[in-house]
């Protein structure tokens, strides 16, 4: 079960910075995921922990331990690519004891190794087939097991679910997270999806532009985003640009365009400073009538969009904003929908939560536009 | 405007079927999905539409014209793959209009239509750029435009946001739908991605093993799936098998696990399956009698938009429920003793399989 420890680690690719004095405390036994948009390093990121890319400056611990003398094979990682590379003239069990045999262990024990792991994957009954007799996850996970029959303590997982189905990736995400916790593996799992970071991970780093942007838990990511790029990244924002007119003890007042008020429980920006304000689209929520204490702006549904757990409205405010609101599908009554386009409705917001942000140096829009 | 019928198509490679009697309409100007497990024949009916495969039976008609015999390029068709296939030594411009070009049309009119498909697809700026100078999304942005700078009648895109980052394709896809709207197009959009598939089209038709499975509005074949296939491809849902004791004036009495369950339809058979989706299911602390199934949570997952719990059933059953951060008693953790509650009209019942439910679950 080994630790992992980056410190300060850069590497360029000519003009390109792919990492910028990242820094990076893996536990023990942890799953890490490592979210980010197509070019802000993770690969990279993997890769150095792999061995397979030598970063220019900074340094990597596995166990307390510099790897400067460890070629990538003394590493103990099992480095699982997103596109599942088997032999296809080997059967399964064949496959999966590649390693064990490459290692020098007997054909017996190597074989009793393999099946060990095919049944942690659950495809014990498969190991007669060849990989093209079998499904797409069924060939990732066999994949996973022949890094794991190699003796690896570390898994390293590139977009592994990258070329499935989204059905099959939603089942198999649990998987992964359940076989590294079982056999007590270290995990650094690299991917594009908000979703199947927040469902697996102990813990996310957000990667942007080669820079680390927040390092926490799924709950700690969502609940408190460093930056616009992790608010509008991990789960979807609504973001409105305001100035702070007023300070309420612990609540800023945020006055949108048109004169709007909003109040928001956070203290964190001078009166008369502008602000970005972001609340989650499933905190957006949207009303028939408003209450006169509420944070409430009244707008028109514009868009309607059935997506199955929830329906998602775009909705124009009567200020010129668009936000979008997420209404879960359990208040579809009867097979008719809670709001209809063109209806006039309240979004109310509620003070808690909503987040503060400065203005970006460059405006909202570019900022956003960045991925 | 073109009105698309696919009749009794098959398609076989030797002993190997891949499309089975495939019959479809999509409408003039209505925008389609089609969705299945890998392997179904999804792209093989679409590249049969494109011209790019000949079925080996069946009929494919346009607005009443058979298309069989017809070249692809001939057929009024846009078509735009996964795999981004700019040409990389033509700019944007250039790409866009590539299909007018071929065509024989004067460079000054190729010249306006690939810059009008570039407008569509807000693109005009970066015209001059190069595929290897724009990102991911952009450049699929321009393969789209490619596609519709022949101004065609039919939009076939297989795969077409399936390279690009999660929060990229949220983004293209009401691109997607917007423009052939804008344009009066027919489109056949073939996904993987059941949300993608639910959000942009009006109607979803849903592949398994070559065979066409249900076809319907994306809130139909969600809310109320005929087939267990549906119900469990698009989106997810909890089966459990049940057994009729009683029917009334208000619905059914089904047995599941010991267990009573009220439900509205009339209509169940003997033998029977009943669905819920885990976010038609609420989870409560307080166990007032009758009110719900009692259990203990066994997992519970904060996925930020929502949170999900599964619960072990006294009755034996393992189920999921999601519920939103707002909701009531959504704090409930692990080893609490809960109780399940089902939304009655979101419960759904389906024959038992013939080959048991498992397998029919287990099936991709």
Redesign the interface.
């Known amino acids: 079960m080994p630790s992992i420890r980056l410190i300060s680690v850069t590497k360029r690719f000519k003009d390109n910075v792919a990492l910028d004095r990242a820094s990076l405390n893996v536990r023990s036994g942890e799953y890490v995921c490592v979210l980010g948009?197509?070019?802000s390093g993770k690969t990279t990121l993997l890769r150095v922990i792999a061995g397979l890319t030598q970063p220019d400056s900074g340094q990597l611990l596995i166990d307390g331990k510099s790897v400067d003398e460890m070629g990538p094979e003394d590493r103990g990682t099992a480095y699982v690519p997103q596109q599942y590379a088997l032999f296809p003239h080997l059967t399964v069990l064949q496959n999966v004891a590649f390693s064990p045999l490459a290692k020098g262990y007997k054909k017996a024990e190597a074989f009793e190794i393999a099946r060990k792991v095919l049944q942690t994957v659950k495809l014990a009954h498969r190991e007669g087939a060849f990989p093209s007799e079998l499904?797409?996850g069924m060939q990732q996970r066999v994949t996973l097991a022949r890094g794991i029959a190699s003796g690896a303590r570390l898994l390293l997982l590139d977009e592994p679910l990258g070329a499935?189905?989204?059905?099959?990736r939603?089942e198999l995400r649990t998987e992964l997270r359940r076989i590294a916790k079982d056999l007590s593996l270290t995990a650094i799992h690299v991917t594009?999806?908000?979703?199947e970071a927040?469902?697996i991970a102990d813990t996310i780093v957000v990667l942007k532009d080669g820079n680390i942007q927040q390092t926490g838990s799924?709950?700690h990511l969502?609940q408190d985003p460093a930056s616009i790029f992790v608010s509008?990244?991990?789960?979807?924002s609504n973001f409105l640009p305001g100035v702070v007119v007023g300070i309420e003890g612990t609540n800023s007042l945020v006055e949108l365009r048109d004169g709007i008020r909003i109040r928001v429980h956070q203290r964190s920006h001078r009166r008369g400073e502008p602000v970005i304000l972001s609340v989650?689209?499933?905190?957006t929520?949207l009303r028939n009538h408003a209450d006169e204490k509420e944070n409430a702006i009244p707008g028109e549904i514009r868009g309607t969009?059935?997506?199955?757990?929830?329906i998602?409205y775009d909705v124009e405010l009567d200020n010129r904003e668009t936000v979008k609101c997420?209404v879960?599908?359990?208040y579809?009554?009867?097979?008719s929908?809670p709001f209809q386009t063109g209806e006039r409705v309240f979004v109310t917001i509620d003070p808690h939560d909503c987040n503060l942000y400065s203005e970006p140096p460059l405006g909202l829009a570019k900022e956003l536009e960045a991925? | 405007m073109p009105q698309i019928r696919v009749v009794n198509v098959s398609k076989r490679y030797g002993s190997l079927t891949v499309l089975e009697h495939v019959s479809l309409n999509v409408e003039d100007g209505e925008y389609v999905s089609i969705i299945g497990p890998s392997g179904c024949g999804k792209t093989t009916l679409l590249r049969c539409v494109a011209g790019i495969i000949d079925p080996t039976e069946g009929e494919i008609y346009v607005d009443d014209k058979s298309l069989v015999g017809v070249p692809p390029e001939k057929r009024n068709i846009g078509y735009m793959f996964q795999e981004i296939a700019l040409f990389p030594h033509m700019n944007a411009r250039e790409n866009a209009g590539y299909g007018p070009r071929v065509r024989g049309l004067s460079r000054r009119r190729v010249r306006t239509m690939a810059g009008e498909a570039l407008e569509m697809v807000k693109m005009s700026e970066r015209s001059e750029d190069y595929p290897n100078e724009l990102s991911g999304g952009a450049r699929q942005k321009v393969a789209l435009a490619r596609a519709v700078g022949s101004a065609p009648s039919v939009l076939l895109l297989d795969e077409p946001l399936g390279s690009l980052d999660a929060s990229v394709r949220l983004s293209l896809r009401m691109e997607l739908r917007r423009l052939a709207k804008e344009l009066g197009l027919t489109a056949i959009h073939v996904t993987h991605d059941q949300e993608e598939a639910m959000s942009i089209s009006d109607r979803i038709v849903i592949m398994r093993a070559g065979r066409v499975v249900e076809v319907g509005k994306p809130q139909n074949l969600y809310l109320d799936p005929r087939q267990i296939f549906t119900a469990n491809f698009l989106g997810e849902a909890n089966f459990m098998r049940a057994r009729l004791m009683a029917t009334g004036e208000n619905g059914a009495i089904l047995d599941v696990g010991g267990e009573e369950l009220n439900i509205e339809s009339r209509t169940v058979p003997r033998d029977s399956v009943v669905a819920i989706r885990p976010q038609f299911i609420r989870i409560t602390k307080r166990q007032v009698e009758g009110s719900g199934w009692r259990g203990k949570i066994a997992e519970k997952t904060f996925l930020g938009d929502v949170v999900r719990f599964q619960v072990n059933l006294e009755n034996g059953f393992k189920i999921t429920a999601q519920m939103p951060p707002t909701a009531q008693d959504v704090d409930a953790d692990v080893g609490d003793e809960v109780s399940a509650n089902f939304q009655r009209d979101k419960l759904l019942t389906f024959p038992c399989p013939t080959e048991g439910l498992e397998k029919e679950l287990s099936a991709w």
């Open positions: 948009p197509t070019g499904s797409g499935l189905d989204a059905r099959l939603m594009h999806d908000q979703k927040m469902s799924p709950f969502y509008s990244f991990v789960g979807g989650r689209q499933e905190l929520i969009s059935f997506v199955g757990d929830a998602e997420k879960p599908s359990y579809v009554s009867e097979g929908l991925f």
